[in-house]
C-alpha cells in the first residue's frame, strides 16, 4: 500500500479536545450507564431496538435533553471522557453557544465549528461540511455539539450531510429534541435530593458541601449542617447550577441565613424569561431563573452592571479586555479587577481552566441571564460598539505589527480570541457604517489569513467586497488578503479576479508599493497554473522597494518569496536560492517567521537537490519550528516534514523518515490538500522518500514507523519532528 499522495484517509488514535477536569463530578451514574450503551461503537444496533444505528446509516445519535443549568454539558463532557477509549479517533466536543445571533449561521457554519474544533484546516473551496464530510467518512470518533438549541434546523441539516461518515457517532446537548429520525432523547433530570437516608439519593447535598468547602473555610457536612443542607437543595430542585451559586453565597451567609432566605422567596420578579418549550417541565427553567435572579439580586448595583456588559464576550475575556468593553459612566475602568474576583467568588465568572493564559468565562445560562438584563438597562447596542472597536483596534495592531518581532504573540492573540474577534466582525458587517466594516474586514481578514482562518477570512472579505467599497488603502488590504486567502486554497480562477480588482485599485493610488505586490496575486495564479516561467517573468519585473512595517511590507516579503518559488518550479535552482536568501536575510532582520519558514523549505529543497543532506535537513527542521511557534498546522508545514523526511532517510534514518511522513500525512490531511497539491512537483519528492525507505527497511517495518507517525498529535509530532537529539543509525 502506497502512501504517496498527500490527502490520503488517515486512521489515528487521538486523544480529542475534551476540557481538563477542575472539578470533580458528582453523581450521573445511571445515566453514564445508559449513555455508554447508547452510544458505545459496535456492529449491531443498540440496545432496545434496530432505530438509530439502521435509519441514520450506521450512525447513532443521542441528545440530552433538559434546561440550562441542568447539568448537560458537564455529563455530555463525562460521558465522552468515560467512552474514549471506544473511540480510535477520539471524542471532539464542538461549542456551538458562540454562534449565538451571528450572521455566519448555517449547516456550512456547524461544519467550520466541528472543523476548528477537530483542528482540521482545511484549506480547499468546498463548502465546510462537504469537506468534514469527506475527512471523517473513515473515522471512528464520537462528536459531542454542545448547545443546538437556537440552531435545531441548521443542527439537523448538518448532521444529516454527514450520513456519509457512518461511524461518527453524535451526543448533542439541547433544550429542545433536534427531530430527526432515529435521534434518541435522553431527559437530564435535577440531582437528587436525600430523601431516604441513604447516601445514594444525597447527589445534590453532595454537590453543595463540595462548592460550599471551597468557599466557606471550616465547613463540614455533619448532623447539625445536613438537614438544613438538604432543606437549601430541596428549594433549588436540584438544579446543579442553581446549588453552586447558592453555595457560593455562604462566603457572606451562614447556612441558616441561606436556607432563610430561600424559604422565604415565592417567585422573581423576572419569571418571565423561563421557557415553556413544552419539552422539559418548565418549573425547572423558573427555579434556576428564579436562583440566577436572586443571585443577580445580591450582588452589587457595579457587579450586576459588569455582570450584563461582559454578556457581550463571546468564548471568554481577559480582565483588559473587560476593562475597555465594560467600564463607562458610574463603572470606572479601575474597578472593574476588583468586581471580577467578586464575581468569581459567587461563581457567576469563572476562571477558564482550558487555557493557560488568565482568561475568564460565564456559564451560557448566566450569560444570557446577563444580555437579557443588558437589553433591559437598554445599553446593547453601546456596549457591542465598544466590544466592536476594541476587537477592530486589537486586529488593527495586530495586521500593523505581524511583520516585525511581535509575529508570534499576534498568532497566539489571534488564535485565542477567535471567537471574539469573528462575533465583533459579524456584528460590524450587520451596521450601517460601510468603512469600519471594511476596515474590520481587512485586517481580521489579514490576521486569520496567516493563523489558519482562511475560510472565515473570505467569508467576511466577500461579504464586505459585495458592497463595492469605495477605494482607498482599507479596500486595497482586503482586496490583496482575499486575492491570497484564493492563492492559499488553489482557486487560481478567484485568485486571477481579486488580482485584477487589486491592481485597478492601486493603480488608481498610484502607490508603488501596492502595484509592486500585486506581483504577488497575478504571478502566483500563473505558478499554480503549471506556467512557472511566465510567474517568473512577471514577478521578476516588479519594482523592488524597500520593506515597509506595515501589512504592505508583510505582503512585499511575500511576493518575493513567491518568486522564489517560481524559480524553483521552472527549475533555476541558482536564481531561486539566491532569491530566498534575500527572503530570509529580510525576516531575520524583522523577526518574521511566516514567511522566513516558507523559504526554508524551499532552501532545504535545494540543498538536498544538490547533495548536502545535513543542510537540507538544518533547513527543514528550522521550517517546522517556526510553524510550530506560531502553531500553524497549513500545507507548507506539511511540506517542510516530507522534505525533512527525504533528508533523514537520506542520512540512514530510515525508520525515523517513515515516522515523520506518517506525521506530515496528518498535516496534509488536515490541510485538506487536494487542490494546488496534485501537483507532480510535490508529490514525487514524498514518493521517492517512499520507495527509499522502503527499499531500505522492507513493506512491513516503514508500515508499523508510519503508522506510529501518522498516531502523534499536533505537539507530539510537531517535537518530535523538531528533536535534533542524535540518533543511533536505523
Not at 455529563?75 to 471506544?86: G, K, N, Q, T, Y
Not at 511576493?559 to 522564489?564: F, R
Request: proline share 4%.
Amino acid at each position: 500500500m502506497s502512501h504517496g499522495v498527500p490527502g490520503e484517509t488517515e486512521m489515528s488514535e487521538w486523544s480529542g479536545n475534551l476540557p481538563s477536569e477542575t472539578r470533580s463530578f458528582i453523581g450521573r451514574q445511571d445515566e453514564l450507564a445508559r449513555l455508554d450503551v447508547m452510544l458505545r461503537p459496535d456492529d449491531g444496533p443498540a440496545e432496545g431496538g434496530e432505530g438509530p444505528r439502521d435509519r441514520n446509516g450506521g450512525r447513532r445519535l443521542v441528545t440530552l435533553l433538559g434546561p440550562g443549568g441542568i447539568g448537560k454539558t458537564r455529563l455530555a463532557v463525562e460521558a465522552a471522557r468515560w467512552m474514549r477509549p471506544a473511540y480510535p479517533d477520539g471524542v471532539w466536543l464542538v461549542e456551538l453557544s458562540c454562534l449565538h445571533d451571528s450572521g455566519l449561521i448555517g449547516p456550512n457554519t456547524l461544519g467550520l465549528a466541528a472543523m476548528e474544533a477537530l483542528r482540521v484546516a482545511d484549506q480547499t473551496t468546498r463548502p465546510a461540511t462537504e469537506a468534514l464530510a469527506e475527512w471523517l467518512a473513515d473515522k471512528r470518533l464520537l462528536l459531542v455539539l454542545d448547545s443546538c438549541e437556537h440552531l435545531l434546523e441548521d443542527c439537523a441539516a448538518f448532521i444529516d450531510e454527514l450520513r456519509l461518515a457512518p461511524h461518527v457517532n453524535i451526543l448533542a446537548t439541547s433544550r429542545r429534541r433536534l427531530g430527526l429520525p432515529g435521534e434518541q432523547c435522553l431527559e437530564v433530570e435535577p440531582l437528587p435530593v436525600d430523601e431516604s437516608g441513604t447516601a445514594a439519593r444525597e447527589d445534590a447535598v453532595t454537590l453543595f458541601a463540595e462548592r460550599a468547602t471551597a468557599v466557606r473555610s471550616g465547613f463540614v457536612l455533619d448532623e447539625a449542617t445536613r438537614p438544613v443542607a438538604v432543606s437549601v437543595c430541596r428549594y433549588l430542585d436540584g438544579i446543579p447550577l442553581a446549588v453552586e451559586l447558592a453555595a457560593a453565597r455562604l462566603s457572606t451567609l451562614s447556612l441558616a441565613e441561606l436556607d432563610d432566605h430561600l424559604g422565604t422567596r415565592t417567585d422573581h420578579r423576572l419569571a418571565l424569561l423561563a421557557s415553556d418549550d413544552g419539552t422539559v417541565d418548565p418549573s425547572r427553567h423558573r427555579a434556576l431563573r428564579t436562583t440566577i435572579g436572586w443571585s443577580h439580586e445580591l450582588c452589587a448595583p457595579l457587579e450586576r452592571l459588569l455582570w450584563a456588559r461582559l454578556a457581550v464576550f463571546t468564548g471568554g475575556f481577559d480582565v483588559e479586555a473587560a476593562q475597555e468593553v465594560c467600564a463607562g459612566g458610574p463603572l470606572a475602568a479601575g474597578r472593574v479587577p476588583a468586581l471580577l474576583d467578586e464575581l468569581v467568588a459567587q461563581s457567576i465568572v469563572r476562571r477558564d481552566q482550558r487555557t493557560g493564559t488568565a482568561r475568564l468565562r460565564m456559564l451560557d445560562t448566566v450569560r444570557e441571564y446577563g444580555a437579557d438584563w443588558l437589553g433591559e438597562l437598554g445599553e446593547e447596542d453601546a456596549v457591542r460598539l465598544r466590544h466592536r472597536e476594541y476587537y477592530r483596534r486589537l486586529a488593527r495592531d495586530g495586521c500593523a505589527e505581524w511583520n516585525t518581532g511581535r509575529q508570534v504573540q499576534w498568532s497566539a492573540r489571534v488564535l485565542t480570541d477567535h471567537a471574539n474577534l469573528r462575533a465583533a466582525v459579524d456584528w460590524s458587517l450587520d451596521r450601517p457604517d460601510p468603512r469600519a466594516a471594511l476596515e474590520f474586514a481587512g485586517t481580521a481578514g489579514f490576521l486569520w489569513r496567516h493563523c489558519g482562518h482562511v475560510r472565515d477570512a473570505n467569508h467576511c472579505l466577500d461579504r464586505v467586497l459585495a458592497a463595492d467599497p469605495p477605494p482607498g488603502p482599507d479596500l486595497l488590504r482586503a482586496l490583496w488578503t482575499r486575492g491570497a486567502g484564493a492563492i492559499m486554497q488553489g482557486d487560481v480562477d478567484t485568485a486571477g479576479d481579486y488580482g485584477r480588482r487589486f491592481t485597478d485599485v492601486a493603480r488608481q493610488q498610484a502607490d508603488p508599493v501596492a502595484l509592486s505586490v500585486s506581483a504577488y496575486l497575478t504571478g502566483s495564479q500563473l505558478a499554480l497554473s503549471g506556467r512557472s516561467a511566465e510567474a517568473v517573468g512577471l514577478m521578476s519585473g516588479a519594482t523592488r522597494l524597500p520593506v515597509r512595517d506595515d501589512w504592505l511590507g508583510s505582503a512585499q516579503i511575500q511576493t518575493i518569496g513567491a518568486l522564489a518559488y517560481a524559480h524553483l518550479m521552472s527549475g533555476d535552482h541558482e536564481a531561486a536560492r539566491a532569491v530566498s536568501e534575500e527572503v530570509r536575510a529580510e525576516c531575520a532582520r524583522r523577526g518574521e517567521h511566516w514567511t522566513r519558514s516558507t523559504s526554508d523549505v524551499i532552501v532545504a529543497k535545494l540543498d538536498l537537490a544538490r547533495g548536502d543532506t545535513a543542510s537540507g535537513a538544518r533547513n527543514a527542521t528550522r521550517a517546522v519550528a517556526a510553524h510550530w511557534l506560531l502553531h500553524n498546522a497549513s500545507i507548507v508545514a506539511a511540506l517542510a516534514i516530507d522534505t525533512l523526511a527525504s533528508a533523514t532517510v537520506a542520512l540512514g534514518e530510515a525508520h525515523r523518515a517513515a515516522e515523520l511522513l506518517g506525521i506530515a500525512q496528518r498535516l496534509w490531511h488536515r490541510a485538506g490538500g487536494r487542490v494546488q497539491l496534485n501537483s507532480p512537483d510535490l508529490i514525487a519528492p514524498r514518493q521517492a522518500c517512499e520507495r527509499a525507505i522502503r527499499d531500505e527497511i522492507g513493506d512491513p517495518a516503514y508500515e508499523h514507523s508510519y503508522e506510529a507517525g501518522r498516531s502523534m498529535s499536533y505537539e507530539q509530532g510537531m517535537s518530535y519532528a523538531t528533536d535534533t537529539t542524535p540518533r543511533a543509525s536505523s
